[in-house]
């Protein structure tokens, strides 16, 4: 029998969705590039803070992104202009998620940190960041191998990989219970396919985002 879930299109939305249901939720960088024009229900089936919003019983918002904090605001969530750095909200949640917030980070120890004060004894932390095995980043990096120039986002500080990013969070009191590897929605159909094909030979791996499931230690 095909659970409700499964029939979400948005992997990392999938995934997300049975740890969120009816909980208190904190969303670490939730703009995700919102826009004043943008409907709020149209944005629903491509924006995570939407989604969440939608099936949690509560969520609070993040965001250093002081205009379009003031844009959500007048939507009516319930969101602030934070740091992920250095928050601090009074309050703890049932489930932290953090999408794609880490690889920008200068000092990703100090989120975690914050992270901890924030959760539940029982809550779980839920972080996405791409994935320095993925497809893309192989091929790039063996093109771009003699001037050593992996071109990434221009704002990202660091890659992860499974190993790197579960040791931090070790580090930082979390013991990490799952990882997913997935793919945005926004990846072309013909890279969705190789992608698709060569994972079914090497495994997910190849995949251009994990996800990371964990409790505190």
């Given at each position: ?38 409907n709020?229900e ?5 924006w995570i ?8 019983k ?5 965001d250093?992104?002081k205009?379009e ?8 969530y ?6 992920a ?12 998620f ?7 980070l200068?000092?990703?120890g100090?989120f ?13 932390l ?5 994935n ?5 980043y ?16 221009p704002?990202?500080t ?5 190993t790197?990013?579960t ?6 009191g979390?013991i990490v ?16 396919h ?11 791996k190849l995949?251009?985002?994990?996800m ?6």
């Amino acid at each position: 029998m095909e659970h409700k879930w499964e029939k979400i299109k948005d992997e990392r939305m999938r995934e997300i969705a049975p740890y969120i249901k009816d909980k208190i939720v904190l969303d670490i960088g939730c703009y995700a590039e919102i826009k004043e024009e943008v409907n709020k229900e149209k944005k629903l089936d491509t924006w995570i803070h939407g989604f969440l919003s939608k099936h949690a019983k509560h969520v609070v918002g993040i965001d250093i992104a002081k205009k379009e904090i003031g844009i959500l605001k007048r939507q009516g969530y319930d969101v602030y202009c934070q740091s992920a750095e250095d928050f601090k909200l009074n309050k703890k949640f049932d489930v932290i998620f953090a999408g794609a917030v880490i690889e920008h980070l200068s000092n990703p120890g100090l989120f975690l940190d914050k992270c901890r004060e924030h959760l539940e004894k029982d809550g779980w932390l839920i972080i996405d960041t791409p994935n320095v095995f993925c497809l893309n980043y192989k091929i790039g990096g063996m093109i771009r191998f003699l001037n050593n120039n992996l071109e990434v986002h221009p704002e990202h500080t660091c890659f992860y990989s499974p190993t790197t990013i579960t040791n931090l969070m070790k580090r930082h009191g979390f013991i990490v219970k799952r990882i997913k590897f997935v793919n945005f929605n926004e990846i072309n159909t013909f890279k969705r396919h190789l992608q698709d094909f060569l994972c079914k030979i090497f495994g997910d791996k190849l995949r251009y985002e994990m996800m990371l499931f964990a409790k505190l230690s």
